[in-house]
């Protein structure tokens, strides 16, 4: 204290969490079943080499969400875009 006025302010402890944050790629592939969560280690961006340097695609976050698009929704597929038009007495041509 200088003068009996504090000069520390005390602040609580605060815990970051992941709320209002993005996703990453691990997170979304692991919400899809395709993250190993026993070996994370094993992943990286472009994927890790076995001992003879051959890229191994299962390792490979940018290889797993290019082939997951199978999982996702695709929202302008002919079915979707069928059941908005029917929901919205709307006529395709």
Same mark, same amino acid.
């Given at each position: 204290?200088?003068? *009996? &006025?504090? !000069? $520390?302010?005390e602040?609580?402890?605060v &815990?970051? *969490?992941?709320? #209002?944050?993005?996703? #990453?790629?691990?997170? !979304?592939?692991? $919400?899809? #079943?395709? &993250?190993? +969560? =026993?070996?994370?280690?094993?992943?990286?961006?472009? *994927? +890790? %080499?076995?001992? /003879? #340097? =051959?890229?191994?695609?299962?390792?490979?976050? +940018?290889?797993?969400c290019?082939?997951? %698009? +199978? /999982?996702?929704?695709?929202?302008?597929?002919?079915?979707? !875009?069928?059941?908005?038009? $029917? /929901?919205? =007495? !709307?006529?395709?041509?």
């Open positions: 204290m200088s003068q *009996g &006025i504090p !000069v $520390e302010e602040m609580p402890k &815990i970051e *969490g992941w709320e #209002g944050k993005p996703k #990453g790629m691990m997170q !979304v592939l692991w $919400e899809q #079943g395709f &993250i190993d +969560k =026993n070996n994370l280690q094993q992943y990286t961006l472009d *994927g +890790k %080499r076995d001992g /003879h #340097g =051959n890229l191994q695609p299962e390792t490979s976050l +940018k290889h797993l290019a082939n997951c %698009r +199978k /999982h996702f929704c695709n929202p302008w597929d002919e079915q979707w !875009v069928y059941q908005l038009n $029917e /929901h919205q =007495n !709307v006529t395709a041509n």
